[in-house]
C-alpha cells in the first residue's frame, strides 16, 4: 500500500469565501500548521481528543489524504484507510465553518473515493447523514466497533520523544 507521502494532486479550484479567493484541493501534508489545525477543529466542535502530533501521524499514516486550503490555511481535511483490495474507511471529514456549504468536502470526499474503485467504502457520522446520502452512501443494518482499554490512551496520542 502506498502511503500519502508528498504526493500532491490539484482539484479544480473550488469558491472560498464573498471575497471569491479560490479554495485548492490537493493531497499534499506539506506546509501544514498542526497546532493551528488542530486549534480549528477544537474551535468547529471536530476535536476528538488528539493532541497536534497526533493528528498529524494520524494523516500521515493513512492511505490517501486531501486538503482543501484557502492559501496557507488549512480549511478542510479528510482522510481514508483502505486494505487495497475490498474496503476501505473514510474518516475527518471536515471543513471550517465559514467554508461549509460551497461543495468542498464533496470534493474531497469524491478525490479520495475515486482512489479506490471497486471497494466498499464504510464511514460513521453523528450527524451527517443527509450529506453522505447526497453522495451516495447508503445506511448499512448494524455498526459496531470496541476501543480497547480507554479512548486516545495509547503511545499513538503521546508527544514524540
Do not use: C
Not at 494520524?58 to 482543501?68: G, K, N, P, R
Not at 467554508?99 to 468536502?105: F, Q
Not at 451527517?128 to 447526497?134: D, H, L, V
Not at 480507554?150 to 503521546?158: H, I, P
Amino acid at each position: 500500500m502506498t502511503r500519502t507521502g508528498n504526493a500532491s494532486r490539484r482539484v479544480a479550484p473550488r469558491v472560498g469565501h464573498a471575497l471569491g479567493v479560490p479554495v485548492s484541493i490537493d493531497t499534499s501534508l506539506g506546509g501544514i500548521d498542526w497546532a493551528r489545525a488542530k486549534e480549528d477543529l477544537a474551535a468547529d466542535g471536530f476535536d476528538n481528543g488528539r493532541n497536534p502530533d497526533a493528528l498529524r501521524r494520524s494523516f500521515e499514516q493513512s492511505d490517501h489524504v486531501a486538503i482543501a486550503r484557502d492559501g496557507d490555511r488549512v480549511v478542510g481535511m479528510a482522510r481514508l484507510l483502505t486494505d487495497g483490495v475490498s474496503n476501505a474507511y473514510l474518516l475527518d471529514v471536515w471543513t471550517a465553518r465559514a467554508y461549509r456549504r460551497r461543495g468542498i468536502a464533496t470534493d474531497m470526499v469524491r478525490l479520495l473515493t475515486e482512489r479506490v474503485p471497486g471497494q466498499h467504502v464504510g464511514l460513521q457520522t453523528d450527524d451527517a447523514q443527509g450529506f453522505y446520502r447526497s453522495l451516495g452512501f447508503r445506511p448499512q443494518p448494524e455498526f459496531m466497533s470496541l476501543v480497547v482499554g480507554f479512548w486516545l490512551d495509547n503511545d499513538g496520542n503521546r508527544p514524540a520523544r
